[in-house]
Nanobody, 125 residues
Framework: QVQLVESGGGLVQAGGSLRLSCAAS????????PGWHRQVPGKQRELVAA???????NYADSVKGRFTISRDNAKNTVYLQMNSLKPEDTAVYYC???????????????????WGQGTQVTVSS
């Protein structure tokens, strides 16, 4: 059973930093195009940052220069370093990825899109 579990959220003052982690578990063969998204009540979920297998990254304009996405393939973990946090960064942050995994049956693998359960980030002014 593949799972994505986020951690590292919390309450921080404006200007502070947090580091989010997204750990994938299960019989994983590869993790493709993982990304971080965020959502506030009443608004659509938005992409914050994404990273390719080759290490290329892209960011929402609102976080460029402040957030950094990275990955540790050996640990099946993706990180989001968030610096210079602003109250408008307050949201639930979700990890998302296409994961290729072993089905547990014969020689069958599958690829599926997964979301984590989310972690709350609150930035006070």
């Amino acid at each position: 059973q593949v799972q994505l579990v986020e951690s590292g959220g919390g309450l921080v003052q404006a200007g502070g930093s947090l580091r989010l982690s997204c750990a994938a578990s299960g019989s994983i063969l590869s993790i493709n195009a993982p990304g971080w998204h965020r959502q506030v009540p009443g608004k659509q979920r938005e992409l914050v940052a994404a990273i390719t297998s080759g290490g290329s990254t892209n960011y929402a304009d609102s976080v460029k220069g402040r957030f950094t996405i990275s990955r540790d393939n050996a640990k099946n973990t993706v990180y989001l370093q968030m610096n210079s946090l602003k109250p408008e960064d307050t949201a639930v942050y979700y990890c998302n990825a296409d994961i290729r995994a072993y089905s547990g049956v014969g020689n069958i693998y599958y690829t599926r899109n997964y979301w984590g359960q989310g972690t709350q980030v609150t930035v006070s002014s």
